[in-house]
């Protein structure tokens, strides 16, 4: 039997998924055709729970999750749905199962296609997403989906990217805040009060960072209900 993996960093993000208990590193099955896999921020640690769950022999990857837009007409909420993954070189997406995925999904979801760009670290400055936007030809970035996508062209199995946008090109997380988030992308409260009260942080920053995350875990969701979880 066929089972397709959805490799998701923040928890956020697999909510949007199921309401089960998800632990940090542990597969999680979602029903007989599709897992879930909470693997943490970043390429290092997408690699690893890609490379496990091929190792336990999955037939398929899924980058599922946020993405921040590179391309001024993005905005949150809006779906991305890849052509081709950038992350120094060119990796394949399996165009005939995105294809698949897009003409199931309703008219009220906004989807883009495109090259989604990787970037090693959270760009936290309008400047830097121009400078990859214009070195990529990227619509939006995450940190994810370039490892991912490396370890199934390795494995010889296919594999799309389902991104939501969470910031627009705009709008970015502040430097100040990156201290204050655990790897699977919860937040420490007692040090964010601390730099809301010493002001190197507004609570307006923080409204607009929720509400741009709300409009993206509201459009994963959706894919979710669309789909019946059932991504192929």
Known sequence: ??????????????????????????????????????????????????EQLCQQGVSGLVSFGVAGALDKRLKPGDLILPDVIYDNKLLPVALDWRNRLQSKL????????????????????????LDLALK????????????????????????IAIRAIVDPLDFSPPAALL???????????LPILKLILNRSVHISVLLEMAKGMRAACKTLSRVIQVTKTNIL
């Open 1 to 50: 039997m066929s089972v397709t993996a959805l490799v998701v960093a923040l928890r956020a993000e697999a909510r949007c998924v199921t309401s089960l208990p998800i632990s940090l590193n542990k597969k999680v099955e979602l029903n007989e055709e599709t897992v879930l896999w909470l693997s943490g921020m970043g390429s290092k640690a997408a690699q690893t729970a890609a």
């Open 106 to 129: 309703t008219h009220d979801i906004t989807i883009v296609n495109g090259i989604l760009a990787n970037s090693s670290e959270i760009l936290t400055t309008k400047q830097s997403k």
């Open 136 to 159: 990529t030809g990227a619509c939006a970035v995450d940190m994810e989906s370039g490892a991912i996508a490396a370890v199934a062209e390795s494995a010889q199995i296919p594999f």
């Open 179 to 189: 201290s204050t988030v655990n790897p699977d992308g919860s937040a420490n409260i």
